[in-house]
């Protein structure tokens, strides 16, 4: 009882109240735009959720999950664009580059749960409860709050107006994260696509230097958004962005669970065993190999 409707219900709550919490500390001149914001983003979550028959206990379905959860990033940055008012070069750059990750991930994510028939096996255990599967959406809500916080923060209180060094070395981790993210997912995307690989783990192209490298551009893309957002805005508090990403993909729901599945499926080959020992989990090159979590 507690797991399937109590327990949901009160995550669901504490994101509404970290969100709007997190909106208050970093909110400047006791502007709103950050909770609206906030609001935004689990709010059309919860329209999406009714919108995937959140409330049938047969007819649930993730099948627009990944695509709600990109247009919510556009959504949610337009809305912050024109009320925030502030359309400094740094600004529409962070705006245009976030967009950018937005849409490429959006099609792949999309293009990926069509081929497998608008079924995501992580759903499984979440569709089985409403509660639960309320809870999940408005988690996403959350991810795209907090992502988005360089963005709101810079949007309220830029001190520095002039590109520095920072922007220029931002720009530059931003190209390398989103091209390390792209060639990934596409080069396991092929991989998976030949039937011949179908009881197969991918050990090629950027796989060969990690286990994981499509996480690690993601990591590293965000981080670049922060580095820019830090050189105007001044404010430490952007870099909870990367930090939280980094979080959930090493500790939560990324890396774990695919570790997990691998070890499960490919344990038993000594092939996998000598890929494991050898190849970093998810820094290239220097990274911890085997058993680590980065």
Not at 2 to 30: E, K, M
Not at 42 to 58: D, E, K, M, N, Y
Not at 163 to 176: Q, R, S, T, W
Not at 215 to 223: M, N, R, S, V
Request: hydrophobic share 50%; aromatic share 14%.
């Amino acid at each position: 009882m507690f797991f399937n409707t109590l327990g949901p219900l009160i995550v669901v709550l504490a994101c509404i109240l970290s969100t709007q919490t997190i909106a208050f500390i970093v909110s400047a001149d006791n502007s709103f735009t950050l909770h609206y914001i906030a609001y935004l983003t689990i709010g059309l979550q919860w329209i999406f959720f009714a919108h995937a028959r959140g409330c049938s206990a047969t007819k649930r379905t993730e099948k627009h999950f990944d695509v709600v959860g990109s247009a919510t990033f556009v959504s949610a940055i337009i809305v912050n664009f024109v009320i925030s008012g502030h359309y400094s070069i740094r600004t529409v750059f962070l705006n245009l580059l976030i967009i950018i990750w937005t849409v490429r991930l959006g099609a792949f994510l999309n293009a990926r749960i069509t081929r497998n028939n608008g079924i995501d096996a992580r759903f499984a255990d979440f569709k089985t409860s409403l509660c639960r599967f309320l809870m999940i959406w408005t988690l996403q809500g959350v991810w795209v709050f907090i992502m988005l916080l360089p963005l709101l923060i810079i949007s309220q209180n830029e001190k520095n107006i002039q590109l520095e060094a920072l922007d220029y070395i931002g720009c530059i981790l931003f190209i390398a994260g989103i091209l390390i993210e792209s060639i990934s997912d596409y080069q396991k995307l092929q991989f998976r696509s030949e039937s011949k690989n179908k009881d197969k783990f991918i050990k090629s192209g950027l796989w060969t230097y990690s286990r994981h490298p499509n996480y690690f551009g993601e990591i590293l893309l965000w981080c670049s958004i922060a580095v820019i957002a830090f050189s105007g805005s001044q404010s430490w508090l952007v870099f909870i962005s990367p930090a939280f990403i980094a979080s959930m993909l090493i500790f939560g729901s990324g890396i774990p669970i695919l570790e997990k599945n691998a070890d499960e499926k490919f344990g038993h080959y000594e092939e996998y065993k000598i890929y494991k020992k050898s190849t970093p989990v998810l820094v290239p090159f220097i990274g911890r190999c085997g058993d680590a979590m980065f």
